[in-house]
């Protein structure tokens, strides 16, 4: 069965300062996809960014980078100069195989708040 | 850009009445995707179609069923509503092909369903 954790509940950061989401799962497939959600307090969810598992590349996109590593089942996240518009729910989710219509499992969140 | 369209975006109904929540994926896009979170919870797989067929199921209760239409459109119809179905519902969307193969999840505004 698939699992996410997300062990940090609530992230408090000043403004500029850069802020890690941690992210850990559990899978026995081979083939899985890893994403991360955004959702700001009007409720909607944003998608931010996919990786599969074939794929270990580290990337940086704007102010955003992530750290995957097969080796610990770590998927951890990474907003650099956070702003004020940061705060909000970020979830990490996974979602085995690569077939159609394949569900999320998504971790209990962490809640990122970002003072000015 | 287009986005998932989802009506209505607030409901409110009595416990044992029923609910129909309707969902529009972005165009072209072949698999949609039925989520229910609750207060301060993470989102909970609850169905998914690909080309208009049952793809995956999670926890939903045999109260609830859902199909999706031959314009890709979806519907969730939820019957005997309880105080527990009260929550926020996402339907998201992605573009599989013809190659069946999962593309990321888009998610439409939610329908926040208050049973009371």
């Known amino acids: 069965a698939q699992k996410v954790t997300q062990a940090q509940t609530e992230i408090s950061v000043v403004e500029k300062e850069d802020v890690t989401l941690d992210c850990v799962y559990e899978t026995r497939d081979t083939t899985y996809y890893l994403f991360w959600y955004k959702q700001p307090p009007s409720g909607e969810l944003v998608f931010l960014i996919r990786?599969?598992?074939?794929?270990?590349q580290n990337e940086i996109s704007g102010r955003y980078s992530w750290n995957f590593q097969k080796s610990t089942s770590s998927f951890n996240f990474t907003i650099t100069a956070s702003q004020v518009v940061d705060s909000a729910v970020y979830f990490c989710?996974?979602?085995?195989?690569?077939?159609?219509?394949?569900?999320?499992?998504f971790g209990g969140g962490t809640r990122v708040l970002v003072k000015p | 850009a287009a986005g998932v369209i989802q009506s209505p975006r607030h409901l409110i109904k009595e416990k044992r009445e029923t609910a129909t929540l309707k969902c529009y994926p972005i165009p072209r896009h072949d698999t949609v995707y039925w989520y229910q979170q609750g207060p301060g919870q993470d989102p909970q797989f609850l169905i998914s179609?690909?080309?208009?067929?049952?793809?995956d199921k999670g926890s939903i209760p045999d109260r609830f069923s859902a199909q999706q239409f031959s314009d890709y459109h979806s519907e969730l119809n939820m019957s005997s509503l309880e105080l527990g179905d009260s929550a926020l519902y996402f339907c998201?969307?992605?573009?599989?092909?013809?190659?069946?193969?999962?593309?990321?999840?888009?998610f439409g505004p939610g329908t926040r369903l208050t049973v009371t």
């Open positions: 179609f690909y080309e208009k067929m049952q793809s």
């Open positions: 989710a996974l979602s085995e195989h690569e077939a159609a219509g394949n569900k999320l499992t």
């Open positions: 998201a969307s992605s573009l599989a092909g013809l190659a069946g193969v999962m593309g990321e999840q888009y």
């Open positions: 990786r599969n598992s074939f794929d270990e």
